[in-house]
């Protein structure tokens, strides 16, 4: 069942937080130009509690197709949009049609079912890996959202091999992001700096909030009124 996506929210700012957004404002326009290197942190492991761990286990083992079944027609039109929109924005990424569709479809899916927004993935995944699936970095982190091995073992079936799979490294970012989202409450800043292992720090978030705000800002189109 998705998650409840109003959670991702921030939550009022307060005086700190109000900093923080003034400095990815400034800081945008020449963050959200750059190309990003594979750059996963080291999100440091910690210890979960046994009905946090079987919760986020079982969201990794969900076999639900990865495609969301859309019913409604307005909701449909606005998928196909939004499909066809970030399609091109990945033509020079992923030049292949079928590869690139397949992708963008599956992040929707495992996006919405996290109560993740869809923009915000895309921001996050070009920062860690710049869309590379075999991405490695430093770390160890593995793939499209740089997710470490260690998950595999805490929630997964210990395959780390299949962080190189697109759907499961998809779905492990997604639940990781959503977990931490859920320790901090909300705050974003804070929920990224830990996905990335530098908590506190600002360069990694505002690098993430600044190409969602820049390469990855979209409004979906309002239907036509007659």
Known sequence: MPLDSSRSRLPPAAP?????????????????????????????YEPLADAVRAALAARIADSAPPQRRIDDIGERIAFIDWL??????????KPDY????????????????????RQL?????QVESNFRKYAVSS????????????????????DVRKLFDMRANLRYGC??????LDVERGDLFLALGRYNGSRGREAYPNAVLAAWQGRWAYAARRPATS
Not at 175 to 180: A, D, F
Request: charged share 25%; glycine share 10%.
């Open 84 to 93: 066809n929109e970030m399609s091109g924005r990945l033509l020079r990424t």
């Open 16 to 44: 700190e937080r109000r900093r923080r957004r003034l400095l990815v404002a400034l800081a945008a326009p020449t963050l959200a130009a750059l190309p990003f290197p594979a750059s996963g942190g080291a999100q440091v």
């Open 139 to 158: 770390a160890g982190a593995r793939g499209y959202m740089q997710v470490m091995p260690f998950w595999t073992g805490v929630i997964g079936d210990g």
């Open 121 to 125: 993935v895309l921001a996050l995944i």
């Open 175 to 180: 639940v990781i992001l959503r977990h931490y």
């Open 98 to 117: 079928r590869e690139r569709i397949e992708f963008l479809r599956t992040l929707d899916y495992e996006a919405v079912r996290a109560g993740l927004d």
